[in-house]
Nanobody, 125 residues
């Protein structure tokens, strides 16, 4: 059984930074294609960033240049470094993974089979 556990969320002021972590239990992260999604109440979940088994990364337009996705294989952990945060970045953030190879910038959530429980990010002005 694979478990993904997120951490690192919290409250921050506009322009601040946070680093989210997602640790994989039960499967080496190196075999995953991974992504971060976010969701606000009443809205559809949206993709934020992805990284595949070859470490090819992709970002949605609203976070390009501000967010960075990475993996630490030794720690079996996925990261999302978020900078210059805006109020519209406030959401529940989820990490997701699949043992399958996915092309770069795969943002279709149906392609990901393992999901974490989420970590809340709140950006206040």
């Amino acid at each position: 059984e694979v478990r993904l556990v997120e951490s690192g969320g919290g409250s921050v002021e506009v322009g601040g930074s946070l680093r989210l972590s997602c640790t994989s239990f039960g499967r080496p992260l190196s075999s995953f294609s991974m992504a971060w999604f976010r969701q606000i109440p009443g809205a559809q979940r949206e993709a934020v960033a992805s990284i595949n088994g070859y470490d090819a990364v992709g970002y949605t337009g609203s976070v390009t240049g501000r967010f960075s996705i990475s993996k630490d294989r030794d720690k079996n952990t996925l990261y999302l470094q978020m900078s210059n945060l805006k109020p519209e970045d406030s959401a529940m953030y989820y990490c997701a993974g699949t043992p399958l190879y996915l092309p770069q910038s795969t943002f279709d959530e149906s392609k990901y089979v393992d999901w974490g429980q989420g970590t809340q990010v709140t950006v206040s002005s």
